[in-house]
């Protein structure tokens, strides 16, 4: 009788020991998936932001193009003299300075 309580104190101790070491290696397998699942979301959120960064990029050099073609119409003096004449402005004639080599102009 002794002899079987001493078996029966061995298998619940080995049967704790493999416990644990199931419970150690669920331990340890949840770990790997949580870093598994930040380290791909880091990774999918760089990619997202470097995906915008170029969205942005494009949209900024199209403004730019589209700034640079109006630019270019503008600095066209019959262009100028149209928007001029559809604001109501006049052409400058018979100006008199009224300091010499000086920007004061009068009419």
């Known amino acids: 009788m002794h002899q079987s309580r001493h078996h029966a104190v ?3 101790t080995g049967s704790t020991h493999i416990a644990w ?5 669920i331990a340890v397998a949840v770990a790997c998936l949580l870093y598994y699942v930040v380290a791909a979301n880091g990774l999918a959120a760089q990619a997202w932001r470097a995906t915008d960064a170029q969205d942005r ?3 900024l050099l199209e403004q730019r193009n589209t700034l640079v073609a109006q630019q270019s119409a503008l600095e066209d003096r019959s262009v100028l003299t149209s928007l001029a004449m559809e604001a109501g402005m006049v052409p400058a004639g018979s100006v008199v300075y009224l ?3 000086q920007p004061v ?3």
């Open 10 to 12: 061995v298998a619940a």
């Open 21 to 25: 070491l199931n419970m150690m290696f």
């Open 57 to 59: 990029l494009t949209t």
């Open 99 to 101: 300091v010499q080599n």
């Open 105 to 107: 102009a009068a009419r």
